[in-house]
Each structure stands twice: as structure tokens, then as C-alpha cells.
């Protein structure tokens, strides 16, 4: 049997993307938050007050993930956890003076690291990388929670 070829593969791509990301992400960024928490705390500059379930929507987060990241920036004291007064079971967050001054500087960050990240591509590849990362990545999250099962589609 001749073995595959893993360029036209798109999870090894996807893999192997990622390694990249990380790479950069340690480097240019921050070892001490990482990516999936910087989003957590993106989503609650956009949006101050949400509830957990909500960010973890917002950014692409299953549950058991986003009460890890949350309960990091909890312990970190980047965030804060207000039960919510309409609904005593779920908390609504805030991140904390802390939390805003570190989003600030690592915004300065992420933005350097994409530069370098995507300077491979034209201004006009990028764009089209962007358009088709976010089609696969939409399609993706189909497949995670499909309105029917996979096994019932034609």
C-alpha cells in the first residue's frame, strides 16, 4: 500500500497550522494566557456581563473547557463572577481592572504575531484565507451540533 499524501490532508494542514500558532503565540504573545482565554477575555471586552454558557458560545468553546478557562482568569484575578440577579444559578463575568490592562497589552501583541503570521500571503490571500477558514470553521460547527443527525443525512 503507497502511503497518502498528508499536503492534501486538511486536519494534518489544520495540525500542523496550529503548531505554527502556538509557536508564535508563546513567543510573541504570552506563555502565561493563552489563546482560547484571550478570546474568553475579547469576548468580555465586547460584551461585559455575559454568562458563562454565552462566552463559550461566542468564542467556540465547549462546556467542561470554557469553567476551565474561566475558573484560570477567575484564580489569575483577570475576571470576576457576579451571580446574576434575575437568575440565581449563573454567574455573569466581568473581567477586572487587571484583566482590561492585560487584554489592552495583548492586543498590541496578537495584532504583531498575525502580521507575522500571515505574511506569507498578500493583503488579498489573506482575505480569501480568512473567507474560507471561517466557511470550513462555520461547516465544522455544524458537524458538532447538527439540527439532524449526521448518520440521517443524504
Do not use: C
Request: proline share 5%.
Amino acid at each position: 500500500m503507497a502511503a497518502v499524501d498528508l499536503a492534501t490532508h486538511p486536519g494534518h494542514l489544520a495540525r500542523r497550522l496550529q503548531q505554527a500558532h502556538y509557536l508564535l503565540w508563546n513567543t510573541m504573545v504570552s506563555e502565561e494566557i493563552t489563546s482560547p482565554q484571550f478570546a474568553v477575555m475579547n469576548a468580555l471586552v465586547a460584551e461585559p456581563g455575559l454568562d458563562q454558557r454565552t462566552v463559550g458560545e461566542r468564542v467556540g468553546l465547549d462546556r467542561s473547557t470554557i469553567a476551565e478557562v474561566i475558573s484560570r482568569l477567575d484564580r489569575r484575578g483577570l475576571l470576576h463572577k457576579v451571580r446574576d440577579p434575575q437568575d440565581g444559578r449563573r454567574f455573569l463575568l466581568r473581567l477586572t481592572d487587571d484583566g482590561l490592562r492585560t487584554h489592552r497589552r495583548l492586543t498590541v501583541r496578537t495584532a504583531r504575531m498575525n502580521q507575522v503570521f500571515l505574511a506569507p500571503l498578500s493583503a488579498e490571500e489573506q482575505a480569501v484565507f480568512f473567507d474560507l477558514l471561517r466557511r470550513v470553521a462555520d461547516a465544522a460547527e455544524e458537524l458538532r451540533n447538527p439540527a439532524e443527525p449526521l448518520a440521517t443525512r443524504s
